[in-house]
């Protein structure tokens, strides 16, 4: 049976609120991708939607379901092409200012066959976030429209910025 490896392509800690990070110049060396997030908001709330754009695409080229259980109850729903505040898929919820200091969501997003060229790309993306008493878990499942080979993503709070301490990094999968 094949196993894999993950090579780190890229790694950053934000140090200052950032509106978003980019991972650009993606090499296309890999099998699969697989990015991990660490991250808060510093929007006025206790959470805040993180979302995503595929080489810097905004308009229609995203569609996904999320199922997101949050202590009150499960939610499954369908967004399509995702608007607010602009064309981006919803990968989780994040942590916002007012949720308990010094908690980060983890975020973990997969990418298979990102590089081909014959096809549409999906990923999915799984968040766990804590605040308060209750604690939110999600499955996003996404595709985006368009079968160019991915070679940046960008990731951004639906409000605010990124809070220092935020982490972010990319991996490259390599089957052998």
Known sequence: MPTSTYTPIATTTIASATASYTFSSIPQTYSDLVLEAT???????????????????????YDGYYLRTDGAGITAARYNKYINPTYAAPVGTMLAATATA?????????WNGYSQTNTNKTFLARSNSTYVTNGI??????????????????????AGNFAAGSTLTLYGIKAE
């Open 102 to 110: 010094n908690t980060y969501s983890i975020h973990t997003i997969n």
């Open 137 to 158: 878990t999600e499955l996003v499942t996404n595709q985006y429209f368009a079968t160019t080979a991915i070679s940046s993503i960008t990731l951004f709070p639906e």
């Open 39 to 61: 991250v808060r908001s510093d929007t006025s709330a206790a959470t805040s939607n993180l979302l995503l754009q595929v080489n810097g695409q905004t308009g229609n080229y």
